[in-house]
């Protein structure tokens, strides 16, 4: 008895794992009245929808989401493609009213090189930081030190003492 329920409870769980696999695949753009009519206008909207990121989502363009906030945006932009604005004037739109996260490739400015720049930097510090631990270890301690007057006197003096104990 304990077996059969334990087969049971089994497959009702793989079953709700295998159900979502089996659906038919979701588009995010699967409302006919989302498109534009003239072809040229909709492949300019799609490529600009392409470089912009969802701020829901975040990883995905917002031609790729499905979530509102991303369907609201498609709209805004095949508005301005309809309107007969150029592609940089509706990106330049975005940036503005979103700032420079919208965008899916940022463009190249002092911040961003600085980001790119900061994985080479840490490892040329890391680098320079062993060298010099290496170079530390590697000398005897005090060593590269110079001795003032009086050492050199003192030196002297136990080496000249050394000699003649021997």
């Known amino acids: ?14 079953t709700a794992y295998a159900l979502p696999a089996l659906a038919p695949p979701s ?37 790729d ?18 309107a007969g604005e150029s592609d940089p004037q509706i990106m330049a739109w975005m940036t503005q009213r979103y700032g ?10 002092a911040a961003t090189l600085l980001l ?5 930097l840490a490892l040329m510090a890391g680098l320079v930081a062993a060298a010099l631990m290496m ?7 005090g060593m590269g030190e110079t001795l003032n007057a009086a050492e050199q006197r003192r030196l002297a003096q136990l080496l000249r003492e050394g000699e003649d104990s021997q």
């Open 1 to 14: 008895m304990m077996r059969a329920r334990s087969l049971v409870t089994l497959m009702i769980a793989l």
């Open 27 to 63: 588009f995010a753009l699967d409302d006919p009245g989302e498109k534009l009519s003239d072809p040229v206008q909709e492949k300019r909207a799609e490529a600009i929808g392409a470089q912009l990121r969802c701020l829901v989502c975040q990883n995905e363009s917002i031609e």
């Open 65 to 82: 989401s499905s979530a509102e906030l991303a369907r609201d945006l498609r709209h805004v932009v095949r508005q301005r493609v309809a």
């Open 100 to 109: 420079e996260f919208i965008r899916l490739r940022p463009g190249l400015s």
């Open 116 to 120: 790119w720049a900061m994985p080479a």
């Open 135 to 141: 170079r530390r270890r590697a000398l005897p301690a």
